[in-house]
């Protein structure tokens, strides 16, 4: 299927915490900064057989 973060997926779900940072310009969202924790998606794809598809993050 792919790789998210450098790891293989297979469609099945996991999960993980994100924390978006918006930036305005002109009262307007002008940029978008993403911090997500890899390692928990690494994690559970080592330990549990867990790997993200696409679009699957919850």
Known sequence: MGRLFGIPVNGKRGRFAENVFSGFRDDRIGVVWSVI?????????????IAFGSGQAT
């Open 37 to 49: 924790d890899k390692a928990a998606v690494a994690s559970q794809s080592q330990e549990n057989g």
